[in-house]
């Protein structure tokens, strides 16, 4: 499998601030990139995804940042929420249908 | 939305007994289905790759004839963990991609099933 490289491995925010993950891949043949929430015992929920023609989508409080020569992608989180604390999961994959490759995650704790 | 639905969502056996888990799409057609592994703390690992009516395509590493994999409709499929050991205990998820026409080709999952073998 080709790999998608996550950071840091963990997180700690305060509430109101904004938590940044980030990513790299290396298979240039990846077209899409979406980011997944998980919360203990559950499966993963697509938060936002974003494809290589756009180097920014915003959606709410969450926001992708791609940047495509340097084969890196961004998470952040606005207004950051004790809800929010969970595990977060960045993964590429090409459009014809192949499964998701996923980083090893970022665990985000937002604290009041 | 899309929907994919997992079960059991929690299943405990013996060791050496098989244990089957079931993923179906609620809402749409799945011709393909991924089957990935997670174990605690760690990122979700892809297993193998479900085929409906065409046998998986299972990753490097992952034993064919100890997970077997079965998609006979559009809309099921089963993974068996066949003579289960402790060290198969794990969260089994199951995912599908959603290719109807005006979709956004978003893969789904289903809620994970977690097999502890004792």
């Known amino acids: 499998q080709q790999q998608v490289k996550q950071s840091p491995q963990s997180l700690i925010v305060q509430k109101g601030g904004i938590s940044i993950i980030n990513c790299a891949y290396e298979?240039?043949?990846?077209?899409?990139f979406p980011w997944y929430q998980q919360f203990p015992g559950k499966g993963p929920a697509l938060l936002i995804a974003?494809?290589?023609?756009?180097s920014e989508k915003k959606e709410g409080r969450f926001t992708i940042s791609f940047n495509k020569s340097a084969k890196q992608f961004s998470l952040h989180i606005m207004d950051s929420q004790p809800g929010d604390s969970a595990t977060y999961f960045c993964?590429?994959?090409?459009?014809?249908?192949?499964?998701?490759?996923f980083g090893k995650g970022t665990t985000l704790s937002v604290s009041s | 939305g899309a929907v994919v639905s997992q079960h059991p969502s929690r299943v405990i056996c013996k060791s050496g007994t098989s244990v089957k888990i079931e993923c179906r799409s609620l809402d749409f057609q799945a011709t393909t289905m991924f089957w990935y592994r997670q174990f605690p703390k760690q990122s979700l690992m892809l297993m193998a790759t479900?085929?409906?009516?065409?046998?998986?395509?299972?990753e490097q590493g992952v034993e064919k004839d100890k997970f077997l994999i079965n998609h006979a409709s559009l809309t099921l499929s089963t993974l068996t963990v066949t003579s289960a050991h402790p060290e198969d205990s794990s969260f089994y998820i199951c995912?599908?991609?959603?290719?109807?026409?005006?979709?956004?080709?978003?893969?789904?999952f289903g809620e994970g099933s977690r097999l502890t073998v004792l």
């Open positions: 993964a590429a994959s090409t459009e014809a249908g192949t499964a998701l490759i």
């Open positions: 298979n240039t043949a990846f077209d899409y």
């Open positions: 974003i494809r290589p023609d756009v």
């Open positions: 479900s085929n409906e009516g065409s046998k998986a395509t299972y």
């Open positions: 995912s599908a991609r959603d290719f109807r026409v005006g979709g956004t080709g978003e893969l789904f």
